[in-house]
């Protein structure tokens, strides 16, 4: 989805139906794609006016008191978290804010559940958050290139460790997270 190509084939009609068919011979890009245009025009902003600047990134403290994970309360990444932070660090106090990762409208939610986290009495805020979600296409992974979500973390006053994707995802989200 939003890849151009340049397709070489013929037409042809499928009688029976009426349908006109289109069988392609070849095919090769013909351009990035609009939304890897747009990541790129965003990340140009955004870097531009200091979100990425390390100097700006808060550090990740060597022993947390208390971690936030913001994901889908259904995500198998969620599930692979928290099994690791019980085999890893049991003490540790855990708050999972649920939160949709995918489709219309998530990436204001994600940047909704920064705020919720922010809004907490400072007492009661977390040393850590963490931004989790699993792999999956450009499209499946939008919500964390947008604006709102770089915006969100990098006001957030804790750190915040981005884990979305597989190795060779990359989001705006990534730039935007802690040292």
């Given at each position: 989805?939003g890849?151009?190509?340049?397709?070489?084939?013929t037409?042809?009609?499928?009688e029976?139906?009426?349908?006109?068919?289109?069988?392609?011979?070849?095919?090769?890009?013909?351009?990035?794609?609009?939304?890897?245009?747009?990541?790129?025009?965003?990340?140009?902003?955004?870097?531009?006016?200091?979100?990425?600047?390390?100097?700006?990134?808060?550090?990740?403290?060597?022993?947390?008191?208390?971690?936030?994970?913001?994901?889908?309360g259904?995500?198998?990444?969620?599930?692979?978290?928290?099994?690791t932070?019980a085999?890893?660090?049991?003490?540790?106090?855990?708050?999972v804010?649920?939160?949709?990762?995918?489709?219309d409208?998530a990436?204001?939610?994600?940047?909704?559940?920064?705020?919720?986290?922010?809004?907490?009495?400072?007492a009661?805020?977390?040393?850590?958050?963490?931004?989790?979600?699993?792999?999956?296409?450009?499209?499946?992974?939008?919500?964390?290139?947008?604006?709102?979500?770089?915006?969100?973390?990098?006001?957030?006053?804790?750190?915040?460790?981005?884990?979305?994707?597989?190795?060779?995802?990359?989001?705006i989200?990534?730039?935007?997270?802690?040292?």
């Open positions: 989805n890849m151009r190509v340049e397709a070489r084939g037409v042809s009609l499928y029976p139906r009426g349908d006109y068919q289109l069988n392609v011979e070849s095919l090769r890009h013909a351009g990035l794609g609009t939304l890897h245009e747009a990541f790129l025009r965003l990340k140009a902003k955004l870097e531009s006016e200091g979100l990425f600047d390390p100097a700006a990134k808060r550090p990740i403290p060597r022993y947390p008191q208390s971690i936030a994970i913001i994901t889908s259904q995500a198998a990444a969620l599930r692979d978290v928290l099994a932070l085999r890893r660090a049991p003490h540790i106090p855990l708050q804010v649920p939160t949709p990762v995918q489709g409208g990436g204001a939610r994600i940047a909704a559940a920064f705020g919720t986290l922010m809004a907490q009495p400072e009661q805020r977390p040393d850590v958050v963490l931004l989790v979600r699993g792999g999956g296409s450009l499209e499946d992974l939008w919500a964390f290139n947008e604006e709102c979500v770089a915006r969100a973390i990098h006001a957030c006053p804790v750190a915040v460790i981005c884990g979305v994707g597989h190795e060779t995802d990359i989001t989200a990534d730039f935007a997270r802690s040292e």
